[in-house]
């Protein structure tokens, strides 16, 4: 096994959403700086993929996306 001991050794030391060593992505998101994201989960329908098709997936795609994340209190 790589790993012996955790870096919190306490139960008072997890915190949701706190990390410590929290990463930056490319696009700026800090992961485990304190702030929690929701989770926007969705489903394509049974439909193929490809360069015909891809404005639909994509129109699909935000119209199962944006009343999440207005119902979660995102402001896309």
């Not at 959403?17 to 989960?41: C, D, H, M």
């Not at 193929?48 to 699909?60: A, F, G, M, R």
Request: proline content about 7%; overall charge positive.
């Amino acid at each position: 096994m790589k790993y012996k001991n955790l870096i919190i050794n306490n139960p008072e030391g997890l915190m949701f959403g706190k990390a410590p060593f929290p990463v930056k992505t490319r696009r700026g998101l800090e992961i485990g700086g304190g702030q929690v994201y929701s989770e926007l989960n969705f489903t394509l329908p049974t439909m193929s993929i490809n360069s015909d098709t891809l404005t639909k997936v994509n129109e699909t795609s935000i119209t199962a996306v944006l009343p999440k994340g207005l119902w979660k209190g995102l402001y896309i």
